[in-house]
């Protein structure tokens, strides 16, 4: 167990409908990652939070965004959603003080399935 | 951006041998390089790192090896036992810049290692 924690474990919904995804960092953890593994495919980076402040941006599509609330969750928000979209979405974690040499900690990840 | 290169895509060794995977990344700036396994359907676990003023580093039945010039680096297994079959990712986290962490992960290799 890494400490971090996910919700929902898996999420079944509808093409054009919009989906939040929960995340929660590994206690001491002041950064969030978000990351899409489509099937059989490697780990996208998609965007990564910093003490509530967005500080990286990767292939993330305009229908997605995130954030970062003061307690230091994070959620990701998947709109207009297409069946391209399904995937397993997993938030990571870091210390993130020590910048580009942290360690991340994955969470176990949100299986989404767009019908 | 960064690009990180990663073969073989798939590697299947008798159980015993060794198993060797490399990565190759083009951003000269990059300083950390963590390696992760990923059993199916599980998250990626870190599994061993290794920073840029380093040239190898061990633990147990796992080293990595990293030549800063050519820009590369790779995961040695040896005696590879069954439960050593999963996705193994490499990763390339480029310098520091206030927090800011962008991790380009590999494909990924699937390895089996035969009983």
């Known amino acids: 167990d890494s400490g971090v924690t996910q919700t929902p474990k898996h999420l079944i919904t509808a093409t054009g409908q919009r989906v939040t995804l929960r995340c929660s960092p590994r206690s001491g953890d002041l950064s969030v990652y978000w990351y899409q593994q489509s099937l059989d495919q490697g780990l996208q980076f998609l965007i990564q939070?910093?003490?509530?402040?967005?500080?990286a941006k990767g292939n993330i599509l305009e229908r997605f965004s995130a954030q970062q609330f003061p307690d230091l969750h994070s959620e990701l928000n998947l709109s207009s959603l297409e069946l391209g979209d399904s995937a397993l979405y997993f938030c990571?974690?870091?210390?993130?003080?020590?910048?580009?040499?942290?360690?991340?900690?994955f969470g176990p990840g949100t299986r989404l399935t767009v019908l | 951006g960064e690009n990180v290169e990663q073969h073989p895509s798939t590697l299947s060794v008798q159980e015993g041998d060794s198993a060797v995977i490399k990565c190759t990344y083009s951003?000269?700036?990059?300083?950390?390089f963590p390696w992760y396994k990923q059993e199916l359907g599980k998250r990626p676990q870190l599994i061993i790192d290794i920073r840029s003023n380093v040239g190898e580093k061990k633990d147990q039945r796992i080293a990595v090896t990293l030549n800063k010039t050519a820009k590369h680096f790779s995961l040695h297994i040896t005696e590879t036992q069954p439960e050593d079959s999963a996705v193994y990712f490499c990763a390339a986290t480029p310098g520091n810049s206030g927090g800011y962490q962008k991790v380009t992960f590999g494909i990924g290799t699937k390895l089996q290692v035969i009983p």
């Open positions: 951003d000269s700036a990059s300083n950390y």
């Open positions: 990571a974690s870091s210390i993130g003080t020590s910048g580009s040499t942290d360690t991340q900690y």
């Open positions: 939070y910093y003490n509530g402040e967005e500080r």
